[in-house]
């Protein structure tokens, strides 16, 4: 199946031949479906937290947050295109004149391109727009006037203009200010400071990012970060990363046999945000919190952000402290049968791990040895909202290979969707996962874990894409947050939905969370 010159290409990607195989080999089996047991809910897997204990753990993270070294991670290299999908259908429409403009925009619900039209001038863009405009000799309120709204498209997503379809998300202004329009990644310097800050006013955040974005990401940082450390007293430590090549994976034909590019080379494809576990496995911090670079809000709304993100690491650490003491202990002797029942109490009831109902038979050595294993792993805790009709996955029992449970992050398209009652599972979740989560990574001695190590390589994905006349096979690695993470130690927290803003269409910066309101 594959040439001197392919074994070649594989080795300039930094692959080796058996992870290929490993593809393929899923290519022609498939992967089999997550077996849900049940969803996790307040009171079964899910964590609900008063105002005192809030206090408690949010107080608990103040105080050791000097002393720590966080970092921020947040995946930044995805392309706004898809924000815009509206707009070229708009766009297409418009320029075939089988439609007139004015009939194009009389939608007025929320997604429409009417809406936007009637409400352009709240976005946080509005400006670069008009100026861009004006310097090639429009004016932007007559094209708004005189319903050419399709020019106005061509100067948000094109390079003659604000060239937004061809930016990534984090360098798109999302929101407005009095004196100043902010992009996502600059939302993102300004959370980062409030809860990565040392003794030593560092803030660390790191982002993902594609290389040919990478001069933007410099050029915006280099003009904004010396007003953002006066205004907020922190000093930034800023962070790149790419994924790397290899992660990406095979593209097959119907047959699994490689698909070849004009020059005969194998086709590779981004392995999804299950690659990106590459990255993190190189982050070097004592707890690392994770959010999406579109599920930001401005200054006003930020307050309850932040107490959850103190809430949720502060958590993690109380929780880490137990288990780190407990593992301490167990290198220097084997702890007494008080001290061990004490810690299977503590891995049932607290971080919800399933023990053999017999473990308090074994003999003291053995039973020391099986919590070790258990609990000698990566810990996260991750944010829940209350479910709402936003899509995504959410928090569940999941039933493994071996009839155990565990506490997973699961996609809905990890279950099979011709089984009715893993479906009925699925419609029962009464959250899901708005991607906030701290994690762990390092163990009790201070070493990081190798995260490759707690992969479930059986939660990939096959989808079929075109490519020209012809349909390929593309497969995604283990989600990040799903299988990339299944043998991690998993614990869920109820957040309110106002820490969950995305913005998956440019409309949804018209949502009163990201609008400019006047104190």
């Not at 290929?20 to 897997?45: C, E, N, S, Y």
């Not at 030593?200 to 450390?229: G, M, Q, W």
């Not at 502060?314 to 702890?335: A, D, H, I, N």
Request: glycine residues 8%; proline residues 5%.
């Amino acid at each position: 199946m594959f040439s001197q010159q392919d074994l070649k290409q594989m080795k300039n990607r930094g692959m080796e031949l058996p992870v290929i195989m490993k593809q393929i080999d899923h290519f022609v089996k498939g992967f089999p479906f997550i077996r849900l047991a049940r969803p996790a809910v307040p009171g079964d897997g899910l964590l609900t937290f008063g105002e005192e204990e809030k206090l408690r753990y949010t107080g608990y993270f103040e105080q050791k947050l000097p002393g720590l070294r966080i970092v921020k991670f947040v995946p930044a290299s995805g392309a706004a295109s898809r924000m815009f999908k509206h707009l070229f259908d708009y766009r297409e429409k418009a320029l075939s004149g089988e439609i007139s403009e004015e009939v194009l925009l009389s939608g007025e619900s929320f997604y429409s391109t009417g809406y936007l039209a009637s409400h352009i001038r709240e976005t946080a863009f509005y400006g670069d727009l008009d100026a861009i405009c004006a310097a090639s000799g429009l004016s932007l309120n007559e094209l708004l006037e005189k319903n050419q709204f399709s020019t106005i498209v061509e100067y948000i997503l094109t390079p003659r203009g604000l060239d937004y379809a061809n930016l990534p998300k984090a360098l798109l202004k999302f929101h407005l200010y009095a004196d100043s329009a902010r992009t996502a990644a600059e939302e993102h310097l300004v959370e980062a400071a409030e809860y990565t800050r040392d003794r030593e006013n560092k803030a660390r955040i790191h982002f993902t990012i594609s290389p040919e974005h990478r001069e933007k990401f410099l050029s915006l940082f280099e003009n904004v970060r010396p007003s953002y450390e006066k205004k907020l007293g922190v000093v930034f430590d800023i962070s790149y990363s790419f994924q790397k090549p290899s992660t990406d994976t095979l593209a097959v034909d119907e047959h699994n046999q490689p698909v070849r590019n004009p020059d005969e080379t194998m086709l590779f494809r981004p392995g999804g945000h299950g690659a990106l576990l590459e990255n993190l496995n190189e982050v070097d911090a004592d707890l690392i919190f994770i959010k999406n670079i579109d599920n930001i809000v401005p200054d006003r709304l930020k307050a309850a952000t932040f107490e959850y993100k103190k809430l949720l690491g502060g958590y993690l650490l109380s929780v880490r402290e137990t288990v780190f003491r407990f593992l301490e202990g167990c290198k220097k002797q084997v702890p007494s049968p008080d001290e061990l029942q004490e810690i299977i109490i503590f891995a049932r009831e607290k971080l919800f791990l399933e023990l053999p109902a017999d473990i308090g038979t074994w003999p003291l050595s053995d039973r020391c040895d099986a919590l070790i294993t258990l609990l000698n792993r990566p810990m996260r805790v991750c944010g829940m909202v209350k479910n709402e009709g936003e899509p995504g996955g959410g928090p569940f029992w999941v039933t493994g290979r071996d009839g155990g449970q565990t506490l997973q992050i699961v996609e809905a398209s990890q279950i099979d969707p011709k089984n009715t009652g893993q479906q009925a599972v699925l419609l029962a979740a009464t959250h899901f996962n708005p991607v906030d989560l701290v994690c762990s990574t390092k163990d009790f001695e201070g070493n990081t874990f190798n995260l490759k190590q707690f992969i479930d390589e059986d939660t990939g994905f096959i989808s079929l894409k075109s490519s020209g006349a012809a349909t390929l096979k593309a497969q995604e690695l283990p989600g990040l947050w799903n299988g990339a993470m299944a043998g991690w130690i998993t614990l869920f927290i109820e957040v309110p939905v106002i820490t969950f803003n995305p913005v998956k269409t440019v409309n949804d910066l018209l949502r009163k969370e990201h609008l400019f309101i006047e104190s």
